[in-house]
């Protein structure tokens, strides 16, 4: 017990006097995860909507599919995206592998679905109350998804929201295609892994500590936005 107590107090030391590794890490974490975030909100919003404004042969399928990729295991994208980027993979002169544009890959193809699934069903809903007033104003399909994005702000606001909590929590796929690299691709949840391998407590709860204090936030931001947005 007093091993833990002293770990926990060099931990909040590490944090108290902004440790350069520390802070170095939560910064390259924001960045990645952040991007992902947003890249899996400007692609994955309009298809939502799409999927709900549209009417094609299999519409049904492919909603299937989306929700389904929900429980992609992220080792196994990890892997999938590693093959791609590999010197004999299909984009290996890219160089991208061991970099964090990988990572921001990655954790963009696993924040997508989310976002998909989060603003397809509001959207669904909306248009059903709306659609046929769009079709009578004569609205494109793009100026469709507008509105759609108009009235459900508070969709979108929560959306990005989970993305980011995915993305900032994922270890299996970025460590793959990362490669946990000291000061270029080492992020939050790769660390605490490495270093509780190493028994390194303090650095692994002060960025636990951290993680936790982001997870936390961003659902108290989730819940009041989305509450504040829902009153307009």
């Known amino acids: ?9 060099a931990s909040l030391s590490l944090i108290g006097r902004a440790d350069p590794e520390l802070l170095g890490i939560v910064a390259l974490s924001l960045r990645v995860s952040l991007t992902a975030s947003i890249l899996a909100l400007l692609i994955g919003a309009p298809i939502g909507a799409w999927l709900a404004i549209a009417r094609f042969r299999g519409r049904h399928v492919v909603i ?12 196994v994208v990890g892997l999938a995206l590693y093959l791609m980027l590999s010197r004999s993979g299909l984009f290996g002169s890219a160089g991208l592998l061991f970099t964090p ?3 921001v890959i990655a954790q963009t193809l696993l924040a997508t679905p989310i ?3 989060l603003v397809h069903r509001p959207s669904s ?3 059903m109350e ?5 079709r009578t104003d004569g609205l494109s399909l793009p100026r469709s998804i507008l509105l759609l994005f108009a009235l459900g702000r508070a969709s979108l606001l929560t959306a990005f929201l989970a993305a980011f909590g995915r993305a900032i929590a994922e270890v299996g796929a970025i460590i793959v295609v ?7 691709t080492r992020t939050m949840t790769t660390a605490i892994a490495l270093e509780t391998s190493k028994g390194d407590l303090p650095l692994a709860l002060g960025l636990g500590l951290i993680l936790l204090a982001l997870s936390v936030a961003v659902s108290t931001v989730a819940f009041l936005l989305v509450g504040r947005v829902g009153e307009k």
Request: no cysteine.
């Open 178 to 184: 990362g490669g946990n690299i000291s000061g270029y």
């Open 64 to 75: 299937v599919l989306t929700n389904a990729l929900l429980g992609l295991p992220p080792v």
């Open 115 to 117: 976002v998909v699934a």
């Open 101 to 103: 544009t990988a990572m």
């Open 130 to 134: 709306y659609g046929d007033l769009a």
């Open 125 to 127: 809903l909306l248009w």
């Open 1 to 9: 017990m007093s091993d833990f107590v002293q770990s926990v107090g």
